[in-house]
């Protein structure tokens, strides 16, 4: 019970600190999320998914998920596109994927946040991003910090 407890309020913290980040930039209408996990975790980012939407007055809120979560996806709201990854195409087409995946993300979105700990999820939250409209180095500052700590939990 006391290890659920401690999960739980990790979590929240973890919740804390990327809504804390995210106000501290500037309103973003256009957001990618990245979460490549199970569908466990796809269902757990509808309430960050929720804020987000409430605070930003309705942005463009795209996600990328693996194909294998997709399905659990489709039924989260306030969603306006859904990209995936699949590894069943990555054997077959090794880069080929990758590069019509990084194509169609980069650089398209104001604010990317990355729900995942992995490398490859790290370098589309940072390609994703239009730096230009960050406003400075110590915004995208901030959003390095709000990726590297979405990504360590």
């Known amino acids: 019970m006391t290890h659920i407890c401690l999960v739980i309020s990790q979590l929240f913290d973890l919740?804390?600190?990327v809504l804390f980040c995210i106000k501290?930039?500037?309103k973003?209408?256009?957001?990618?999320?990245?979460i490549q996990r199970s569908n466990g975790d796809v269902f757990l980012?509808?309430?960050l998914i929720k804020?987000?939407?409430e605070y930003y007055d309705s942005p463009q809120i795209d996600i990328l998920v693996n194909d294998d979560t997709y399905q659990l996806a489709k039924l989260l709201p306030n969603i306006n596109f859904i990209h995936t990854f699949s590894y069943k195409k990555k054997v077959n087409n090794r880069w080929l994927q990758e590069k019509k995946l990084l194509f169609k993300l980069f650089r398209k979105y104001d604010l990317s946040i990355n729900l995942t700990s992995s490398d490859r999820s790290v370098l589309y939250a940072l390609l994703a991003s239009n730096i230009k409209n960050l406003g400075g180095s110590k915004n995208?500052?901030?959003?390095?910090?709000?990726?590297i700590?979405?990504?360590t939990y």
Request: aromatic share 14%; proline share 0%.
């Open 28 to 34: 973003y209408k256009k957001i990618l999320i990245i």
């Open 45 to 47: 980012s509808l309430s």
């Open 15 to 17: 919740f804390s600190l």
């Open 51 to 53: 804020k987000i939407f």
């Open 140 to 147: 995208y500052l901030v959003h390095i910090i709000i990726t």
């Open 149 to 151: 700590a979405v990504s």
């Open 24 to 26: 501290t930039l500037k």
